[in-house]
């Protein structure tokens, strides 16, 4: 199915980039029927999957119940879907769902709420909610503050922010920014886009939880070592960025050491030479080579 959004697109596009994930959809499905708000598309970009995802998906388009866009594509990694959903949906706010989380009953009218504070303000790319093991628990700490201006980046590393984020974008933002995935990978982690649209905009910061998330161990965060085996170029591009961004002593140490993994990953000559802090990457090469032989072997 490879129906166009209706001509008058909803003010929220809830994306589902999904792979082999048809025994996960229903939950997110019976979520999206649950919403106090159905102001929203659900666009599901479907990266190649053999497992029926298509047969379920049609027979929910056939209900009729909410507005579902459904594409299949070959399989070319999640970042890739996500360039061709913020491409597709006429809708100005985009949502990224994982196929195994869900929704809290309230969360599209929670985010047309926010929307309307800071529509029309350029400063912003979006705002940054949270996920949660329910709906009162987050995966970790609540935000420091509610209703701030917050670079992303900062949220993690000055601000002591720990756990999951729902993220919700200006799509025209994101159309500028799309993920650079190199050729023959299929993955490059999604902060590599959050941290580009800091150096131009901010996000407001919201308390409140809108996804509910448990981990699959299939999933791109319980096996990051071995993404990044799998897409080298794309690790080590991301790594030099953050040891580039990153002002604290701790995380200067932390993403320079990840940035030289990502070089003996990706094949890179000279790696001293080519970081953000020669002095520091000369220090950490030795204990690299640990790391890389031990946590990424």
């Known amino acids: ?3 166009r959004p209706p001509a008058t697109p909803p003010t929220v596009c809830v994306f589902t980039p999904t792979y082999q994930r048809a025994y996960t959809l229903r939950k997110l499905y019976e979520s999206l029927l649950a919403q106090t708000s159905h102001d929203f598309e659900w666009l599901i970009v479907d ?3 053999s497992d029926g995802t298509d047969e379920l998906v049609r027979s929910w388009q056939e209900e009729a119940r909410i507005r579902i866009d459904y594409l299949h594509v070959d399989n070319g990694g999640k970042p890739r879907a996500i360039n061709r959903g913020v491409k597709r949906t006429g809708s100005p706010l985009f949502f990224v769902v994982d196929s195994d989380d869900w929704l809290v009953p309230t969360a599209v009218e929670h985010i047309l709420k926010v929307w309307k504070r800071i ?3 350029d400063r912003y790319a979006g705002f ?3 996920r949660g093991t329910d709906e009162a628990t987050p995966m970790d700490t609540w935000m420091p503050a509610d209703g701030i201006d917050v670079k992303y980046w900062d949220l993690f590393e ?3 922010f720990r756990g999951d984020t729902s993220l919700i974008h200006r799509t025209e933002v994101l159309r500028d920014y799309p993920y650079d995935v190199a050729p023959g990978e299929i993955f490059i982690a999604e902060t590599s886009v959050y941290y580009r649209l800091d150096e131009h905009y901010d996000m407001l910061t919201d308390n409140t939880i809108l996804t509910i998330c448990h981990y699959l161990p299939d999933g791109l965060t319980h096996n990051f070592v071995a993404n990044a085996k799998r897409n080298p170029i794309g690790y080590w591009k991301h790594k030099r960025y953050c040891a580039q961004r990153s002002t604290t002593v701790k995380g200067r ?5 990840l940035y030289l993994v990502g070089c003996d990953l990706a094949g890179k000559k000279d790696p001293v030479r080519s970081a953000p802090s020669r002095l ?3 220090s950490l090469f030795l204990p690299a080579k640990v790391v890389r032989r031990t946590l990424f072997r």
């Open 1 to 3: 199915m490879t129906d």
């Open 47 to 49: 990266d190649g999957s």
């Open 119 to 121: 529509e029309g303000q």
């Open 128 to 130: 940054v909610a949270l």
């Open 158 to 160: 000055t601000m002591g």
């Open 253 to 257: 140490i932390r993403e320079t050491m």
């Open 280 to 282: 520091l990457a000369a």
